[in-house]
C-alpha cells in the first residue's frame, strides 16, 4: 500500500512538470508559459513580445517553477521524514515487545525455578520428618525392647528369689501368697511389654 502511494506521488510530480503550465504576472497582465510558448486570454504571444519582456516572463515562470520544486523537494523531504519516524516508531515498537517478552520469559524462568526451589524444600523437609519419625520409632523400639529385657531379667531374680526361700522353708502360707501374686504382677508386666514390642514391630 505505502509502495503504490509513493509511486502515485512520484507520478503525480513527474506529470505535473512537463503538464503544467506556471502562470506568471508581468505588466499587470496573467501570462501562462506552457513548454516556452506564452500566452495570454488563452491566445499565443509570444511573437508580440519583446526579447527583453520574453526573458522577464521566462524568468518569472522559472523562479516559480523552481519555488514549486522547492515546496515538492520540502514535501518529499517531510514525507521521506514522516516514513522515517514511522520505521523508527515500529522498530521501537517491535523492540519494546521483544523486550517485554524476554521479561516475561525471565519471569516464568524465575517463577518455574522458585516452584522447583519449594518443591525441593518441601521434598527435604518431608524426608527429614520421615528421618526423625524413623529415628523416634528405633527409639521406641529400642525402649520396649529394654522394658522386656528388664521385666524378664527382675522376674528370674525374683522367681529365684522365691524359690530358695521356699526351699529353705522359710516362708509362711502368708508369704507365699504374697510372692504368687508379686510373680504374677510381674508376668504380666513382661506380656504388657511383649504386647507392645509387637506393636511397635
Do not use: C
Not at 516475561?104 to 524465575?110: S, V, W
Not at 522394658?147 to 522353708?169: I, S
Amino acid at each position: 500500500m505505502k509502495t503504490i502511494k509513493i509511486l502515485f506521488t512520484l507520478l503525480i510530480t513527474l506529470v505535473s512538470h512537463t503538464i503544467i503550465a506556471q502562470e506568471v504576472t508581468f505588466d499587470n497582465q496573467a501570462y501562462v508559459v506552457k513548454n516556452k510558448v506564452i500566452t495570454l486570454n488563452g491566445e499565443d504571444v509570444s511573437d508580440t513580445l519583446t526579447d527583453a519582456q520574453k526573458t522577464e516572463i521566462f524568468n518569472l515562470a522559472d523562479t516559480k517553477t523552481t519555488e514549486i520544486k522547492a515546496v515538492e523537494a520540502a514535501n518529499k523531504a517531510a514525507e521521506k521524514e514522516k516514513r522515517q519516524q514511522e520505521k523508527y516508531a515500529k522498530q521501537r515498537e517491535k523492540q519494546a515487545k521483544a523486550e517485554a517478552k524476554e521479561v516475561k520469559a525471565q519471569e516464568r524462568k524465575r517463577k518455574a525455578a522458585e516452584k522447583e526451589r519449594k518443591k525441593s524444600e518441601k521434598a527435604r523437609k518431608k524426608a527429614e520428618k520421615e528421618r526423625q519419625n524413623i529415628e523416634k520409632a528405633k527409639a521406641k523400639l529400642n525402649k520396649a525392647e529394654s522394658n522386656l529385657e528388664k521385666a524378664n531379667a527382675k522376674l528370674e531374680k525374683e522367681t529365684k528369689k522365691y524359690q530358695k526361700l521356699e526351699a529353705k522353708g522359710k516362708l509362711s502360707p502368708n508369704d507365699i501368697e504374697k510372692w504368687e501374686g508379686k510373680l504374677e504382677k510381674l508376668r504380666a508386666n513382661i506380656t504388657k511389654a511383649e504386647q507392645k514390642l509387637n506393636k511397635l514391630k
